[in-house]
């Protein structure tokens, strides 16, 4: 079945301790993301990546960073988190046919 | 920079009604607009994708347009049902270099039995 996987699906963590997000497809899609999204202020863009060492940052990239060492896998990084970042965390990729965006089932992240 | 507003930010409706969500968006340069579905905690489920040369996409009960000179997308639900019942995001792809998706915040829709 094709699909966006990412793992965990729920953290609870504290102030400062590292944490990494994982996010994986089975479409061989070239093109991953990763967006945030909050009441109020919808989804917004954390980073993408065009391919196989090639990301960049969105509009939010402030406090995470990403690595895109294999194609299928694009993991998010918080190094440092704070109780800002709390929030519900996803990861797409998209076809490069029609430019379809695929969404993975979510990670909800409290940091307290 | 592209944005993407949606009205009304929430809709009630009896079930059996047919309905139309509202997309705009400022940028006329996109190379696709899709159509999410997202129930309450969960992911986004692609519902349409609309090419920006085309005027129309349909499944199901689901019908989506797209005017790109207006800047405006309608997504018509027919004979909604209460399972219809989500959050339904726009999304727009603007292309020459951004490689992003805007997203607009949402209608919540609730189908009323």
Not at chain 1, 76 to 104: D, K, M, V
């Amino acid at each position: 079945e094709a699909q966006v996987t990412q793992n965990p699906r729920y953290l609870i963590t504290v102030t400062g301790k590292k944490l990494t997000v994982t996010c994986s497809q089975n479409m061989n899609h070239e093109y991953m993301s990763w967006y945030r999204q909050d009441p109020g202020l919808g989804l917004r863009q954390i980073y993408y990546s065009m391919n196989v060492e090639v990301t960049d940052k969105g509009d939010v990239p402030e406090g995470y960073k990403v690595s895109r060492k294999e194609k299928r896998n694009f993991p998010l990084i918080l190094e440092s988190p704070s109780p800002n970042q709390t929030s519900l965390y996803f990861c797409a990729s998209r076809t490069g046919a029609t430019n379809e965006q695929f969404f993975g089932p979510g990670t909800r992240l409290t940091v307290l | 920079k592209q944005e993407v507003t949606q009205i009304p930010a929430a809709l009630s409706v009896p079930e059996g009604e047919n309905l139309v969500l509202n997309c705009s968006f400022t940028d006329s340069a996109i190379y696709n607009l899709q159509w999410f579905r997202q129930d309450p905690g969960k992911g986004l489920t692609s519902l349409l994708l609309i090419q920006s040369s085309q005027r129309e996409q349909t499944s199901g009960r689901l019908n989506a347009s797209l005017d790109k000179s207006s800047g405006r997308s309608t997504l018509y639900i027919a004979a909604s049902q209460p399972g219809d019942s989500a959050t339904y995001l726009c999304a727009v792809y603007s292309g020459a270099g951004s490689y992003q998706l805007t997203f607009g915040k949402g209608t919540k829709l609730s189908v009323i039995p």
